[in-house]
Nanobody, 127 residues
Framework: QVQLVESGGGLVQAGGSLRLSCTAYGRTFTNYAMGWFRQAPGKEREFVAAITWTGRSTGYADSVKGRFTISRDNAKNTVYLLMNSLKPEDTAVYYC????????????????????WGQGTQVTVSS
């Protein structure tokens, strides 16, 4: 059974940092781009960041650019999201996802292009 398991969420004050991890079990995603999405209460899911299967290319939502960094360790089958300078508006459930296309050349921000999703981890930023 394929599982993506997120961890690292929690409660942090504005200006603080968190690092989220997402580890895949049941198969390797070495040849697939990985992404992070988030969903705040009452809002639609939105793209946060993505990284190609090689790790050489990344993409970010404008709202997090310069504050968040996505990375991956293929040896550990794990993708990370380092979040700095957190703001109350970053409060959401954060989900990692695996691209449905093998070895896609560029990252995609479209949720429908991802076919494996984790269960999510809550990030709460207090003001």
């Amino acid at each position: 059974q394929v599982q993506l398991v997120e961890s690292g969420g929690g409660l942090v004050q504005a200006g603080g940092s968190l690092r989220l991890s997402c580890t895949a079990y049941g198969r390797t995603f070495t040849n697939y781009a990985m992404g992070w999405f988030r969903q705040a209460p009452g809002k639609e899911r939105e793209f946060v960041a993505a990284i190609t299967w090689t790790g050489r290319s990344t993409g970010y939502a404008d709202s997090v650019k310069g504050r968040f960094t996505i990375s991956r360790d293929n040896a550990k089958n794990t993708v990370y999201l380092l979040m700095n300078s957190l703001k109350p508006e970053d409060t959401a459930v954060y989900y990692c996802a695996a691209d449905r296309a093998i070895r896609r050349a560029a990252v995609t921000s479209t949720g429908e292009q991802y076919n494996y999703w984790g269960q999510g981890t809550q990030v709460t930023v207090s003001s």
